[in-house]
């Protein structure tokens, strides 16, 4: 691989695929691809992610409480049962009707400052499913989930499982960007929360990954820490629940990335899945 012949982009892509692989203590097959300069500027950048603080100075917080400190602030959730009736036979005609419903949404305040409102992206008759908090800038300009710096991290996880993003289907609990990217209020998230059922209960997952506490609060209708959700398999709605961190907050904090990676390997355990040979 003549990695100079690259154009900028394509090798930012290689390097920030390079990364995820690494921070997964998968290394061997890269080091026989990439030229030792490329992985020297791969070290330097390392270094430097893990010299900046987590943390604001003087903070008692620890980095994994950064992840769940909105949760004591929701109010309790209550989540509706699944229907009792089969999946429809025509899953992507069921969702764009649902698309149809919600409209030009204004049921809560989101949509005051959105540009546009984020559906989902995916294959309808996916197996696994993702589920984020909201949409952020980028996704609120294309109007897709998970464009930005986080979704091409978590495009990286979905092909450490051995998958292609248009193989899974990605939602998040609201359709409007939060302003500032803030953690959705309990109105806003109860609010929107029941498009997002109905498409979990239309698409049938054989396997749902929450992003975040967020998503964990919302899925599983109830307020725990993320540690105490992590690591095993939730039963919501028919199918089965993994819970992991979010890709925002694996940029933030690197070094979560390998208990992100253990995560993942439940699901795919249940989907009887094994990583790609490399």
Known sequence: MNVAELDRGTREA??????????????????????????EKLDAAQRAEAATPLLVPGSALTPES????????????VVPPAPASAPPANRA??????????????RC???KGRNKLVFADGDPNARLMFVGEGPGADEDAQGLPFVG??????????AAMGLKREEVYIANVVKCRPPGNR??????ANTCSPFLFRQIDIVR???LVALGATAATYLLGTKQPLAGLRGRVHAVRGTQLIVTYHPAYLLRDPRQKKEAWADLQIAMKELGLKPPAR
């Open 149 to 158: 710096r986080a979704g091409q991290l978590l495009n990286n996880m979905i």
């Open 205 to 207: 997952p054989q396997v």
């Open 66 to 77: 950064t992840e769940e400190i909105e949760i004591a602030r929701r109010k309790p959730i």
């Open 14 to 39: 290689l390097l920030e695929r390079v990364r995820f692989y690494r921070d997964l203590g998968l290394t061997e097959f890269y080091r026989r691809a990439v030229n030792p300069a490329l992985l």
């Open 109 to 111: 305040p989101l949509h």
């Open 93 to 106: 005609g069921a969702l764009q009707i649902l698309r149809e419903e919600i409209g030009d949404c204004t």
């Open 183 to 188: 953690t959705p209020e309990p109105e806003e």
